[in-house]
């Protein structure tokens, strides 16, 4: 063997026992790195606690105004309009006449009537002179009787039915002059139904006719249309549909608020005075009513006000920061923290109370939920809760 390839020899066996002690050292290296990778620390999460308390918000509804009482005015009879003394705007007081009919035939029928009446009453008149002559002969009869031979059986009892006769006929022109009397009062009612009278204190908000029209009753003969409409606006009826979610908390004599857009800087207040207690199947509201007092005669009916209504639970519920509430296409959800490990409790999100929602779900008072709910985090995760103060507290607002 030459000198060089002795060389090389020695060199191959220096360059492979270098590989072999550095082997070990670099898996050490790897090693190492891989337990201080495991050892690294859990992400942090902020988390707030669930709050109880009792919902207390207000939401704004649509209402609609309208007249505590309101009537279309029709006449009882078919006439003509003689003169109307009212128009659209007139306050009007109870029993104030508003317009006069003529009707021609109902002055001939109380005319006829009268003439009955003044018959019947001749008649009577008659029957009753007729009946006190023959009950006077027949008492003359009577005590001459008494003398055996003077008087004629048959004369007494003849003088005694026709006395009896004089009797009845006397209770039958009575009874024609009673009817002829309860004629004569219809007929005249008749007549005062041709002077048109306000029902009720009110405002005229509607006119309909002029003089020489011709009305009727809605249900009769003639045009069929109403003379006039009132309404009773000194008090309103404000009606309000509140929708199926809001009833609960709805008790009757609660005051509320409202604005209408005529005056947008005051605010008006009704009482709540009668409750359906029935849900509309269609819109799935309950209508419900609110007295107002409309005294200066700033609100009228028809205007559509914005109601703030009261929304109010019986019984406190839970409360999460807003954005702890995690919703996806599958679930609705907020992240609990317990024992440093996350899990997704599935919730139904209620109403919203300044920063916080209120939910439904398997949550108790205390509990620690993520204040930013997300898929990202994984049930099962092991993460470190860092309590943020202001949610703590239940705050928030």
Known sequence: MSRNEVLLNIVLVGSVGLCVSCGPNRGAS??????????????????????????????????????????????????????????????????????????????????EAQ??????EAQRGEAEAKLASDES??????????????????????????VEADRARLESVREGAQAARSALKSVSEMEGYLQVR?????VVTERNVHPGALVGPASGSGVGVPIVRVEKTSRLRLLVPVPEKYVAGVTEGANVQF??????????????????????????TMPVELDVTNRDGHLASGMFPEVVWPVSRSQPTLFVPTSAVARTTEATF????????????????????????????????????????????RPGTHVTARQTSADAKGSGK
């Open 198 to 202: 306000a029902p009720f204190d009110g």
């Open 334 to 377: 907020v992240v609990r923290i317990r024992d440093g490990n996350t899990e997704w409790v599935n919730v139904q999100a209620g109403e919203v109370d300044g920063k916080q929602t209120e939910v439904f779900g398997d949550l108790r008072d205390g509990d620690d939920v993520a204040v930013r709910g997300t898929d990202e985090l």
């Open 30 to 111: 790897a090693n190492a790195a891989n337990s201080q990778g495991t050892g690294a620390s859990a992400p942090t999460v902020e988390v707030a606690k669930v709050v109880s308390k009792k919902l207390a918000i207000t939401v704004r509804l649509p209402g609609e105004l309208q007249p505590y009482e309101g009537v279309a005015v029709y006449p009882k009879v078919t006439a003509f309009v003689d003169s109307i003394r009212v128009d659209r705007g007139s306050v009007v007081k109870a029993g104030q006449p508003m317009a006069q009919l003529a009707a021609p035939e109902i002055a001939a029928q109380r005319a």
């Open 137 to 162: 002969t027949y008492q003359r009869l009577k005590a001459a009787s008494a003398t055996p031979g003077v008087v004629a059986g048959n004369d007494l009892e003849v003088a005694q039915r026709a």
């Open 259 to 284: 604005s209408v857009p005529a005056f947008p800087k005051q605010a008006f207040s009704g009482k709540v005075a009668r409750i359906a207690h029935s849900v509309d199947v269609k819109t799935r």
């Open 115 to 120: 003439s009955k009446l003044q018959g019947a």
